[in-house]
């Protein structure tokens, strides 16, 4: 929703819904407080008001210092999946625990430049890995495939059981990279210029979609 008209948001919300299993599956939010990210985006109040305007899951995509303290208020509010950044949470383990008790789903993300390996062990506590394919901030930035080999890894790890995470990926997610992110093992795939820079936002979803299905078939069984 970054690259959404802000004036607009639910019916910006509304024109990437369609029919089960081609518009958008969920609703993407950047919170961003200017302090972690240099960007100052929207907070808690406009996502409750998103929360009363669709019934889109909410995937908010928490850019903020301090989440421990900030992060389950929006998982209280209703959203789907509340994911926090590793290089801001204090006690990730400790905020897993208190965003799954308070109903959501916990996410950790990891800047492009932050090792995989070193979250291994936290990520056991967690339900999405949110591998940031551009640095956090600003939309409309150009992929950067050299964290692939991240996403490669985490799919082996959940492939043979040490994980059990949702693999998602975030950042210069177009019609030219989204196959590279499907063949290395995305799950979940964040798009905001490639959607809502379209004429027609809900079929930049379904065309996106049915890249990815073409990609990796075996792992979409119910295209």
């Not at 998103?50 to 928490?62: F, G, I, N």
């Not at 308070?102 to 492009?112: D, T």
């Amino acid at each position: 929703m970054l690259s959404a008209d802000f004036a607009r948001l639910a019916d910006e919300a509304d024109v990437v819904t369609g029919p089960v299993g081609e518009g958008a599956d969920w609703l993407h939010i950047d919170v961003m407080d200017a302090h972690f990210v240099p960007n100052l985006t929207l907070g808690l109040p406009v996502v409750e008001s998103l929360l009363r305007a669709t019934e889109v899951p909410l995937d908010c995509h928490l850019m903020i210092d301090d989440p421990d303290r900030w992060a389950p208020a929006y998982a209280e509010a209703g959203a789907y999946n509340v994911t926090v950044h590793a290089e801001a949470a204090h006690d990730p383990v400790a905020l897993a625990r208190n965003l799954r008790a308070a109903g959501a789903r916990a996410g950790l993300s990891i800047k492009p430049g932050t090792p995989l390996e070193d979250h291994l062990d936290t990520l056991k506590h967690y339900d999405t890995l949110l591998i940031m394919s551009v640095e956090p901030g600003f939309g409309g930035q150009a992929f950067i495939p050299e964290v692939l080999d991240k996403v490669r890894t985490a799919r082996r790890l959940v492939d043979t059981g040490h994980l059990t995470v949702l693999v998602e990926i975030d950042g210069g997610i177009n019609a030219d990279t989204v196959e590279q992110a499907a063949e290395a093992g995305v799950d979940c795939f964040v798009a905001g210029s490639a959607v809502y820079g379209a004429d027609d936002p809900l079929r930049a979803v379904r065309a996106l979609r049915e890249q990815v299905v073409r990609t990796s078939p075996h792992r979409w069984t119910n295209a």
